[in-house]
């Protein structure tokens, strides 16, 4: 059974900094990608990284402030959180991916999804 689980969301003041982490089992994943909603928005991109390689890809808005690193024996991928802002208030989600791909942050490449951890950043 595959499963995909989030863990470390909580609250954090704007310039604090947070770990998110993604333990998935049950497969062989390529990748492993960080999205995230915000209220009344739609989700988009983060961050991800291909496991084999570790090449990793971020959304603009995050890059030089998020970074992903993974463990392989462990399965689990963390997103480390820096310099954080108001506006990355959402819920994260992690998303796990059974083939590599050119383009890290389509959604539709990835299988199998957590069902996501709550990030607070209070001005």
Same mark, same amino acid.
């Given at each position: 059974?595959? !499963?995909?689980?989030? *863990?470390? +969301? +909580?609250?954090?003041?704007? +310039? +604090? *900094? =947070?770990?998110?982490?993604?333990?998935?089992?049950?497969?062989? @994943? %390529? =990748?492993?990608? #960080? @999205?995230? !909603?915000?209220?009344?928005?739609?989700?988009? /991109?983060?961050?991800?990284?291909?496991? %084999?390689?570790?090449?990793?890809?971020?959304? &603009?808005?995050?890059?030089?402030? /998020?970074?992903?690193?993974? &463990?392989?024996?462990?399965n689990t991928v963390y997103l480390q959180m820096n310099s954080l802002k108001?506006? &990355?208030?959402?819920? $994260?989600?992690?998303?796990?991916?059974?083939?590599?791909?050119? $383009? =890290?942050?389509?959604?539709? &490449? $990835?299988?199998? #999804?957590?069902?996501?951890?709550?990030?607070?950043?209070? *001005?």
């Open positions: 059974q595959v !499963q995909v689980v989030e *863990s470390g +969301g +909580g609250k954090v003041q704007a +310039g +604090g *900094s =947070l770990r998110v982490s993604c333990a998935a089992s049950g497969r062989t @994943f %390529s =990748l492993m990608g #960080w @999205f995230r !909603q915000a209220p009344g928005k739609e989700r988009e /991109f983060v961050g991800a990284i291909s496991v %084999s390689i570790g090449r990793t890809e971020y959304a &603009d808005s995050v890059k030089g402030r /998020f970074t992903i690193s993974r &463990d392989n024996a462990k108001p506006e &990355d208030t959402a819920v $994260y989600y992690c998303a796990a991916g059974l083939y590599n791909s050119a $383009y =890290l942050g389509r959604p539709r &490449d $990835y299988h199998y #999804w957590g069902q996501g951890t709550q990030v607070t950043v209070s *001005s």
